[in-house]
């Protein structure tokens, strides 16, 4: 990774494979090493024990991590039916669990039908959830777990692609589920199996997308050591969000915080839009913008 003429750290996004075992912030710390700066952050969390599509971003793109965080997500899984756990995966102690193996495809099937599209859910009580100022996992390890309120959340799609026998009564199911940002897939492996009356908890769970960065352009954290890859700042908002293309009176305008006109319909996009990725003739990412009522307002400035 090469630094600007100032000597710079220069700003994009690492989307990183993660591997098993770490947490989001372990791989976090990782990238700042690598990167020579404090300035670095995540979109969306993965627990110690998935694997997969991890978006970070460097310097100016940190702020665009909000914004990536809210997009679409796919995941793999297995779930293991036959056994529920405190929290809801392979890492947590088995609280309880009936037979599983009579159960049919099409019974899974159906029990994955019903939790799909916007449903309420309950998120894991070992989760990071803030409950009065203290996170949830935190409290359930000190004995006095929180009560959670469901959440809406949308699950485009949960397959099932097999069912196959696990150790004893037990039941695994490969499952392929594309969701929006605050799902828990840990959540949707317990409510299936409190749904068949059986319990389930996750057994493995690997992302393969976040909006636009999938595994196809994830590297280890062993390659990005050889040689750390950095999405450039412009062309990693490019993929995420609708561009737009600034005159030189706009791109100053907007730099300085300034607001424009809306494109909207003209350019394709809805009456109300955002973000949108604002480039100034040379390429350069501008701003992150949204569109409202005819105006174009700056969410994020990146130059000054």
């Not at 300035?39 to 997969?52: F, I």
């Not at 999938?214 to 412009?234: I, R």
């Amino acid at each position: 990774m090469a630094r600007d003429a100032r000597g710079d750290v220069p700003s994009g996004l690492v989307v990183v494979d993660k591997p098993g075992g770490l947490t989001s912030h372990d791989v976090v710390a990782r990238i700042r090493r690598l990167a020579g700066t404090r300035r670095v952050g995540h979109a969306g969390t993965l627990d110690p024990m998935a694997t997969g599509v991890l978006v970070v971003g460097v310097e100016k793109a940190t702020r665009l991590l909000g914004h990536l965080t809210l997009t679409d997500k796919e995941y793999q899984a297995t779930i293991r039916l036959g056994q529920a756990t405190d929290t809801a995966d392979a890492e947590g102690t088995v609280t309880s669990g009936r037979p599983a193996s009579q159960l049919t495809l099409a019974q899974v099937q159906a029990a994955a039908a019903a939790l799909t599209g916007e449903i309420q859910q309950v998120p894991p009580v070992v989760s990071a959830i803030k409950v009065a100022g203290r996170r949830s996992y935190q409290l359930a390890r000190e004995g006095t777990p929180p009560v959670l309120e469901p959440r809406p959340v949308t699950v485009w799609s949960f397959t099932v692609r097999a069912v196959r026998p696990a150790a004893g009564d037990l039941l695994d199911v490969d499952v392929v589920v594309r969701c929006s940002s605050g799902t828990y897939i840990r959540a949707l492996a317990r409510d299936m199996g409190d749904a068949l009356g059986v319990g389930g908890h996750l057994t493995s769970l690997r992302r393969t997308r976040v909006g636009p960065y999938d595994l196809s352009a994830a590297h280890g954290l062993d390659e990005l050591a050889e040689q750390l890859a950095v999405l450039p700042l412009a062309e990693a908002a490019a993929a995420a969000f609708p561009v737009r293309q600034l005159t030189e009176d706009e791109a100053r305008s907007l730099s300085h915080g300034g607001r424009l006109a809306a494109l909207g319909q003209e350019a394709g996009l809805g009456e109300e839009t955002g973000p949108v990725a604002a480039l100034g003739p040379d390429g350069t990412l501008i701003a992150l913008v949204h569109e409202e009522n005819g105006v174009a307002r700056p969410l994020a400035v990146f130059v000054s």
